[in-house]
Structures are given as structure tokens and as C-alpha cells.
């Protein structure tokens, strides 16, 4: 066991045939190191919580155990409660309603054992071509998402979890994707100043405990084009100018972003002499152990390390609090889905009645890449449920499924999705985009489109009650 191991968060990942099972083995080998905690991805939460109780049985100091639940603890546990997306949320633009968003988020979280929440994105979503970002953020204009990342940072806070206020000082103008390359923010500091840094610092003052970096170059800032979370520049800045006094994280250290040219074991030592933290994600922890206790004394300052690991241990301390209470799961849902319903909205046409049995075309823009899609049949079983039928002859509707996801490395809708919807938007009653609403400009013809935000359960079921509503 070596101190600097401390550091280090692993990822486990959750896999349909093995659950957690397959991943005992690492967390045997990186409780052996020190680690200071895991990032959980994928699924269920009674498994996440078994194999925390079983960690924070076996470890030696207390763990931080984080998630991404940008959209709620659904977002990676399937049998937990979803939210709308930043976006949808921003759409509202009613922060007491964000704030709860983050409250039951955060209760959710602390009962499965996750004490370390990577959320809010605190990112503007200004760039059209942004293929990262989109429905992430809460918006464009920096005081609107201020007042969002605040009020869910209130919230979540108040219930007991650290939060991460990301991508500090924004991925919002990139047209890359950090996971793919490195991208490049030509703004400069007195721009960045007056837009996107003021939701990072809107976040620090609601009470962030952690702020993660992007892996993005601002040459106008840092000449060297180093990524912001190698930058001690950009790292000081977030320290004297924002005052920020908590844990710096990188993000994941397996995007090229921060890897070319360098590896994991320079970039994690780079990483923390620049001021970094914690080190999210690396794929071999014990190579970049190894790599910090060889760097130590040399180009990584003793002092520094010292630092770095006091923040760590305040961060667990101050979240190793007693198990929380069941959140009430019925109540949690049922505001989600009211929620959701407000989000819905219609981008262009005149919501006409739509005549039984209903036909659903499919085109989806989020299959081929290496992460398996969502369920995307969950709108037509709503709308059974609701006793709406199914089948050609009346209305037709097509579902077009387009997120944010780290391998398409583009913002808009793809060549094979604008030939189906080529061939289906004509004929179409109505087209649901589960996407951002600058993709409609992408629909072709005149049918109405029903703005859905995002292809998770929950938008699908808001979706189904929608068109229910409005069948002739």
C-alpha cells in the first residue's frame, strides 16, 4: 500500500452476464494499493450497494464512491428513479424545481452507498457543432445556467453528497470530442471570464465540494496547449481567482484528449503537478501508481502530494456519515413524471388529433457505436398500457433517437438517419425528437415535431401519455 495510491479512482462496470461479479478481482487488487474510491458505471443499484458494503468492509480508509447522474440515479442504475436532461431542465427555467432534481438525486445516491455525484455540467451549450455537450447543459446564457448548476448544487449538497461541477472552464465551445482528440477553445481569458467561467463560479459559491477539468486546450490562456487538466495556469485560476478550496478531478483518463502523446503514467503525474486531485478512471491503476511514487520528489513536489491528499481525506471524511433512510421511490417517480411532462413541447406544426391504430417507425442515430443503446420499444408499450392500438391504417409516428454519445465525434443527425427520415418524414403525422431541439432544423417536410429531449425511459413514457392525450 502506498500513499499516492489515494488518488487513483478505478471504474466498475457492470456487465449482463457477471453483474459486478467480474470486477472483485481489480477492487481486491486496488484496495491492496490504497485507492481512494471507484466510479460505479451501469447496473442495478441493490448490486452497486452490495459490493460497496462489501468494499467499505474490506478497506482501510474511508472510500468515495462516485457515479455520473447528470439525469438522476437511473441514469446508471436501471432500477432507480430518472430525471429529465440539464437541458429540459433549463427549458423550464424554474431553479426550485432543479433544486429538488439534485435533492432526490443525492438521497438516492447516499442510500446505494455513492457519496461522490459527478454532476452538474456547468458547460454552455454555444457551440451548434458541439458533439459532447447538447442536452447536457442547461443552456446557453451564462446567468441562466448559473442559477440551474446552483440550485441543483444546493440541493444535492443539502441531502449529504460531494458534487463535481464540470467541465471546468468549459467543454461548451469545443467541436471535437475530448474522448477522440484534443480540443481547442481559442476564447480568452476575459471572454471566458464573462461566459463560461460564471457558471463554474455560481457553482463554488452554492457549495461544490469537487470541480472536474476538461480535457480541453485554451492557448489563449495557456500557451503551452497543454488540456486544462494538466494546465497549472488554468488549475490556479479555479484556486485564487474562484476561490475554490475543494478537490480538483480530472476527467476520465482514457480519452485521447489527455492520453496522446503522453500515456496514463504521464499524464496522471502531470495531472497533479499541475494541481489536480484526483485521478478519474485510469485503465490501469497500478501503473499509475507506480508511476506517481517514481515521480515523487522529482516532478511532482512533495508539498504537492501532501496537498493533494489532505483534500482527498476531508472530501471522504465529510461524506462518511451514517446510511440514510429508503428514499421513497413512488413519490420520487411520480415527480419525475410530472416533470417530464412539462418538458414536452412542440417545436413546429399544430399538435392535430391522431387517429388510431398508431404505427411507429423507428430511426435511430445512437446504434453502431461500442455502448449498447437504451430499450427504445418503451413508448409503444406505454401506449398499450394506455389502450392505444397499434398497427398500420391510421397515424403514423416516427421516433427520432439522437443524444449526445462520446463516440459519434459529431453534433448533428448522420447520413443514415437523414435517408430513413427521407423516406419516413412524409408520410408521418408527427416525429418525437428524443434529441436536442437544433436537430428539428434536420426534419424534413411539414409534420409536426414533438420536442422529447432524450431517449431515456422516462422521456419514452412522457412521450406516450402525449400523444394518448391527444388521439381523436
Known sequence: MTPVARLVFPALRWRRRT??????????????????????????????????????????????????????????????????????????????????????????????????????????????????????????????????????????????????????????????????TLPTVDATLEVLTASDLKPFADGIAAGTRSVMCAHVAYPAWDSSGLPASLSAAVLRHLRTELGFDGVIVTDALIMEGVLRGRGAAGAVVAAVAAGADALLYPQDAEAVVTALDAAVGRSLPGARLDDALARIARLADGVSGPEPSAPDLADDAAFADALADLTLHVLRGDALGLAQPLEILIVDDDVGGPYAVGPRDLIERRLSDLGVRLGKGGSRIVLVYAEPRSWKGRAMLGDRSLVALRRAAPSAALIILFGHPRLEGQLEGTAPVLCGWHGQPLMQHAAARWVAARLR
Do not use: M
Not at 462489501?54 to 432507480?80: M, N, S, Y
Not at 430518472?82 to 426550485?96: D, I, M, N, Q, R
Open 19 to 180: 453483474g459486478f461479479e467480474h470486477e472483485r478481482p481489480r477492487v481486491e487488487r486496488t484496495l491492496a494499493l490504497g485507492v481512494g474510491g471507484y466510479i460505479f458505471f451501469g447496473g442495478t443499484a441493490e448490486a452497486a450497494r452490495a459490493l460497496i458494503r462489501d468494499i467499505r468492509a474490506a478497506a482501510v480508509h474511508p472510500l468515495l464512491f462516485a457515479a455520473d447522474f447528470e439525469r438522476g440515479v437511473g441514469q446508471q442504475f436501471t432500477d432507480r428513479t430518472h430525471l429529465p436532461a440539464p437541458a429540459a431542465l433549463g427549458f423550464l427555467g424554474k431553479p426550485e424545481l432543479t433544486a429538488r432534481c439534485g435533492r432526490i438525486t443525492a438521497r438516492q445516491a447516499r442510500h446505494v452507498g455513492i457519496n461522490w455525484v459527478y454532476a452538474p455540467v456547468a458547460d454552455l451549450d454555444v457551440e451548434p457543432d458541439n458533439p459532447i455537450v447538447q442536452t447536457r447543459s442547461f443552456g446557453d446564457l451564462p446567468d441562466h445556467v448559473g442559477a440551474q448548476v446552483g440550485a441543483w448544487i444546493r440541493g444535492a449538497e443539502a441531502e449529504g453528497v460531494a458534487t463535481s461541477v464540470k467541465h471546468y472552464p468549459g467543454h461548451g465551445r469545443t467541436r471535437v470530442d475530448s474522448h477522440e
